[in-house]
């Protein structure tokens, strides 16, 4: 099973050593074949744009790899057969809000981890955003609160569908 990884952890120090000593692991041992988008850009041209000058040259150089970057999300969560999305946060990052929207409408599979235990939902019948659980649910997918359930999760996927 190939599962992409919707997150906003790659982007501190901190979230990366998550996924690479927790998350990965977890995952790869329910025998998946993990695509970690933040792996996927070499960061020493995220590194060369960012000490470009300000100006114009340095904006159209993001923008060129934005796009870069967004196609090679959108085609890694088209190449996959689940995803695993995660949902910690105030609110759920917007990124992985719309990789989950987009994942729903392409029909994967979608577990979401809430590790935080803070409030997030619309109101107390909820976990989250409600429409960010709704297309979670919808999937035959489900939210988890712990690592540990990982496996759980994706082994009854099957009865849920």
């Given at each position: 099973?190939r599962?992409?990884?919707a997150?906003?952890l790659?982007?501190s120090?901190?979230?990366?050593?998550?996924?690479?000593q927790t998350l990965?692991?977890?995952?790869?041992k329910i025998?998946?074949?993990?695509?970690?988008?933040?792996?996927m850009?070499d960061p020493?041209?995220?590194?060369d744009?960012?000490?470009?000058?300000?100006?114009?040259?340095?904006i159209?150089?993001?923008?060129k790899?934005n796009t870069?970057i967004?196609?090679?999300n959108q085609?890694?969560i088209?190449?996959?057969?689940?995803v695993?999305?995660?949902?910690d946060g105030?609110d759920?990052?917007?990124g992985?809000a719309a990789?989950?929207?987009?994942?729903?409408a392409?029909q994967?599979?979608?577990?979401?981890?809430?590790?935080?235990?803070r409030?997030?939902a619309?109101n107390?019948?909820?976990?989250v955003n409600?429409q960010?659980?709704?297309?979670?649910?919808?999937?035959?997918?489900?939210?988890?609160s712990?690592?540990?359930?990982?496996a759980?999760?994706?082994s009854s996927?099957?009865?849920r569908?």
């Amino acid at each position: 099973m190939r599962i992409y990884l919707a997150s906003p952890l790659g982007f501190s120090e901190a979230g990366t050593q998550f996924i690479r000593q927790t998350l990965l692991p977890e995952l790869t041992k329910i025998g998946a074949q993990v695509i970690n988008p933040f792996d996927m850009v070499d960061p020493k041209r995220i590194h060369d744009i960012s000490a470009m000058p300000a100006g114009s040259g340095r904006i159209e150089t993001w923008r060129k790899l934005n796009t870069e970057i967004g196609q090679l999300n959108q085609d890694s969560i088209d190449s996959c057969d689940a995803v695993f999305a995660v949902l910690d946060g105030v609110d759920v990052d917007s990124g992985t809000a719309a990789e989950i929207g987009y994942a729903f409408a392409k029909q994967k599979m979608i577990v979401g981890y809430r590790g935080d235990f803070r409030l997030s939902a619309d109101n107390e019948g909820g976990i989250v955003n409600l429409q960010v659980e709704h297309f979670i649910r919808a999937s035959g997918g489900t939210i988890i609160s712990k690592i540990s359930e990982i496996a759980e999760a994706f082994s009854s996927r099957s009865q849920r569908r």
